[in-house]
C-alpha cells in the first residue's frame, strides 16, 4: 500500500505543470507558451511619447500593415523616437533598446519577431539586432542572439538561443534600420514581439521519474 502512495505522489509531481497549464498557461513540451505579453515594457524611446505607437503594441497581436495615410492603423507597432528633426535622408539615432520585464524567471527557448509594415515609406524597419538577458535586470549577459530582420516581411522571424536559458530580463537591441525610399523620419520600430518559453529542466526530470516510477509498478504486477 506504501508503495502504491509514494508512486501516485512522484507521478502527480511529474505531471503537475500539465496540470497548471490550463489555469496558469505553463510551459509544455507540446505547449510553448509566449510570455511576452506578461512583460512590463520599456524603452530607450517612444515617438512622440504617444500610446498609439508605445511598447504595448509590440504584444497585442496585430500584424496588419501599417499604412501610411492611417493614422489608426498606423498605432499598431512601437516606433522609437529618433534624432531630434528627423527630416529626409537622415540615419536615425541608433542603437534604441527594448527591456520586457517577464514579472518572473522562465527558461526561454527562442524569441520571434514581426518588422513594421509602413508602407511606402522606409522609415521605421529594424535590420541588425541582437538580445541579452538577465535575471536581476542589472547584470546583462553577452548578446545571446545576434540576427538580422528582413524588411517589410509578412511573416513571424524565428531566432533561437543555443540552449534554453534562464532569464527574467529580456533586452533587445535595435542595431541598424532599413533607411531609403521616399522620406526618412530618423526612427526604427518592431510591430510584435514573441519571448517563447519552455518547461524547466527540473519539471522534465519530475515527468521522466514519474513515468519509471509508473513502467516498474506495471513491471511488478506483470
Not at 509566449?34 to 498609439?52: C, G, K, M, Q, W
Not at 511598447?55 to 522609437?80: H, K, M
Not at 534554453?164 to 526612427?187: E, K, T
Amino acid at each position: 500500500m506504501k508503495k502504491h502512495i509514494v508512486s501516485i505522489l512522484v507521478l502527480s509531481l511529474g505531471m503537475s505543470p500539465l496540470g497548471l497549464c490550463s489555469v496558469l498557461q505553463t510551459p509544455t513540451l507540446e505547449n510553448p507558451v509566449n510570455v511576452a505579453p506578461r512583460a512590463s515594457i520599456t524603452a530607450s524611446s517612444v515617438y512622440y511619447d504617444l500610446i498609439e505607437l508605445g511598447t504595448q503594441r509590440l504584444v497585442d497581436g496585430v500584424t496588419s500593415p501599417e499604412w501610411y495615410n492611417s493614422w489608426q492603423a498606423q498605432g499598431r507597432y512601437w516606433v522609437s523616437v529618433g534624432a531630434p528633426g528627423g527630416g529626409y535622408w537622415v540615419e536615425p539615432t541608433l542603437p534604441e533598446w527594448l527591456i520586457f520585464d517577464l514579472q518572473s524567471d522562465y527558461t526561454l527557448s527562442s524569441l520571434s519577431f514581426f518588422n513594421t509594415l509602413n508602407y511606402p515609406y522606409l522609415d521605421t524597419g529594424t535590420k541588425e539586432f541582437n538580445v541579452q538577458i538577465s535575471s536581476d535586470g542589472v547584470n546583462y549577459s553577452i548578446p545571446q542572439i545576434t540576427g538580422q530582420l528582413e524588411w517589410q516581411n509578412q511573416t513571424y522571424q524565428d531566432f533561437f538561443f543555443d540552449n534554453p536559458v534562464s532569464a527574467r530580463y529580456v533586452q533587445i537591441n535595435l542595431i541598424s534600420a532599413y533607411i531609403g525610399g521616399v522620406q526618412n523620419y530618423n526612427r526604427v520600430g518592431l510591430n510584435e514581439v514573441q519571448i517563447i518559453a519552455v518547461p524547466e529542466p527540473s519539471s522534465l526530470s519530475l515527468l521522466a521519474l514519474g513515468g519509471v516510477v509508473v513502467a516498474l509498478g506495471r513491471r511488478r504486477r506483470n
